[in-house]
């Protein structure tokens, strides 16, 4: 069965600060990997995606994700955080072939002003 | 674009009700699913329906059932709710050419 893990549970960070957020997957085959946005009080959305091809994927509002094969990773990235970035984020996976996402526990990242 | 809505944001039950949840989407998605929410656990799979009328268990369906009598709505059905079944119910949706799955608002159920 596949699974997902995020490694950081709660992040805190002050603005202007680089982010990165783990996530790594067990399963061996070819996989399909999403970022997923949870800010206060709205429903879940997406912030990026891979599917196959260049293994760094930029998303929206400046976020970015690198997949290592090798590493079974696909950590988020972000340069320089805002207020505004204070969210849950979860990461999920699906095998190729599998209609439903497999989600990771989550971050929650809290930015200080 | 895509539209999930759930029927109600916040629900209120007693221990042993029959409790439905109403999930419908609008862009004709093959997939439909209902995941739980809960700290420090992420989304975990109750079930999912990948046609009408079709249905496959998720990670923890104990306590739940579904149903899919039209393509665009999907029900949750705890048949006698329990405490431990206080959480954020999320429905989803998705097409089979792009998993990328579409949320709704969630449901938060309190059962008492």
């Known amino acids: 069965a596949q699974s997902v893990s995020q490694h950081n549970h709660h992040v805190i960070l002050s603005e202007a600060a680089s982010l990165e957020l783990g996530c790594n997957y067990s399963?061996?085959?070819?996989?399909?990997l999403f970022w997923y946005v949870q800010y206060p009080g709205q429903h879940l959305q997406l912030l990026l995606k891979?599917?196959?091809?260049?293994?760094l994927v930029k998303g929206i509002k400046g976020f970015e994700a690198e997949f290592i094969k090798s590493k079974f990773s696909f950590n988020l990235r972000k340069p320089s955080v805002q207020w505004s970035d204070t969210a849950e984020y979860f990461c999920?996976?699906?095998?190729?072939?599998?209609?439903?996402?497999?989600f990771g526990s989550g971050t929650r990242l809290q930015v200080q002003p | 674009d895509v539209k999930v809505t759930q029927s109600s944001r916040y629900l209120v039950k007693r221990t042993g009700e029959k409790v439905f949840l109403e999930c419908v989407q609008d862009?004709?998605?093959?997939?439909m699913f209902w995941y739980r929410q809960d700290p420090g656990l992420g989304l975990r799979l109750i079930y999912f329906?990948?046609?009408?009328?079709?249905?496959e268990k998720g990670d923890i369906p104990e306590g739940y059932s579904v149903s899919r009598e039209k393509k665009e709505r999907f029900s949750l059905i705890l048949e006698s709710a329990s405490t431990n079944q206080t959480s954020m119910y999320l429905c989803?949706?998705?097409?089979?050419?792009?998993?990328?799955?579409?949320f709704g608002q969630g449901t938060r159920l309190t059962v008492v």
């Open positions: 329906s990948y046609d009408v009328k079709m249905k």
């Open positions: 891979y599917f196959s091809g260049d293994p």
């Open positions: 862009m004709d998605h093959e997939n």
């Open positions: 399963y061996g085959g070819t996989v399909n």
């Open positions: 999920a996976v699906n095998a190729a072939g599998r209609r439903a996402l497999t």
């Open positions: 989803a949706s998705s097409t089979d050419r792009d998993t990328e799955a579409f």
